[in-house]
């Protein structure tokens, strides 16, 4: 049985915290030849996730040029979903094109209590024009 803030306790034990608080899990084990059901409770703290604001800048750029993408959350990296199309400067949001293509810029936030949160943003890398 769970009371509070989880959003379910699977048959394998494992709690899965749905809104940020303190929630006790109580387990009741009853079964043919035993006398008095056994209980025991466990409380647990689900900590909020840090909020993430939404990525702003330019998010479209050409091969072998730069863009600079920001968040006004502080102490975030930021990531590439695939560095053959565009990497990015961890800590300062500099995008530069690889090879034309879309790509995922996230920027990851992580709390004090060791959540993370994630904005997420689509650059579009643009081929330069062919010179006939």
């Known amino acids: 049985m769970t009371s509070g803030t989880f959003s379910s306790v ?3 034990g494992e709690v899965t915290g749905k809104v940020a ?3 006790t899990v109580r387990y009741t084990i009853t079964g043919a030849g035993v006398g008095c059901p056994s209980i025991a409770t466990k409380t647990f703290t689900v900590n909020a996730l840090p909020t993430v604001a939404a990525i702003t800048g330019t998010t479209s ?3 072998g040029s730069s863009t600079t993408l920001a968040n006004v959350t502080t102490g975030g990296t930021w990531s590439s979903s695939n560095t053959a199309t565009a990497t ?5 949001g500099a995008v530069t094109g690889v090879n034309a293509g879309t790509v ?3 920027y990851t936030v992580t709390n004090a209590n060791g959540c993370t949160n994630t904005s997420t943003a689509t650059v579009t890398v643009n081929a330069l024009p062919t010179v006939a």
């Open 10 to 12: 699977a048959t394998n």
């Open 21 to 23: 608080g303190s929630a």
């Open 61 to 63: 750029v050409c091969v």
């Open 88 to 92: 990015v400067n961890a800590s300062t």
């Open 104 to 106: 995922t810029i996230t």
